[in-house]
Nanobody
């Protein structure tokens, strides 16, 4: 099982960025997918999660209304559309896959290597 993230970079506050995560090696459509992020000195936190069962989603409060998680099972890809970015969104973003919709990292068995997102003020 491999997850590879794409799309990180440096943007200015207020701009948008879309992250992609391509999965290989397993039946992608039977896993919940999630995006986590970690900035220096902070714990890794769940940003957005999307259940394969019924499409239920979870968003951390700080990104509600700005970020959208979606998936394309035909392309084995999960996306994170990030709008109205803020400097506090700066972090390494990781995609993850697991059996259940959860906001804790211990519920996810598979992880990508991470992609850096930097938002300048």
């Amino acid at each position: 099982v491999q997850l590879v993230e794409f799309g990180g970079g440096l943007v200015q506050a207020g701009e948008s960025l879309r992250l992609s995560c391509v999965a290989s090696g397993y039946a992608f459509d039977v896993y919940t997918v999630a995006w986590f992020r970690q900035s220096p000195g902070k714990e890794r936190e769940a940003v957005a999660c999307l259940s394969y069962r019924d499409g239920s989603t979870y968003y951390t409060d700080s990104v509600k209304g700005r970020f959208t998680i979606s998936r394309d099972n035909a392309k084995n890809t999960v996306y994170l559309q990030m709008n109205s970015l803020k400097p506090e969104d700066t972090a390494v973003y990781y995609c993850a896959a697991g059996p259940l919709l959860a906001s804790t990292q211990d519920k996810y068995a598979y992880w990508g290597q991470g992609t850096q997102v930097t938002v300048s003020s």
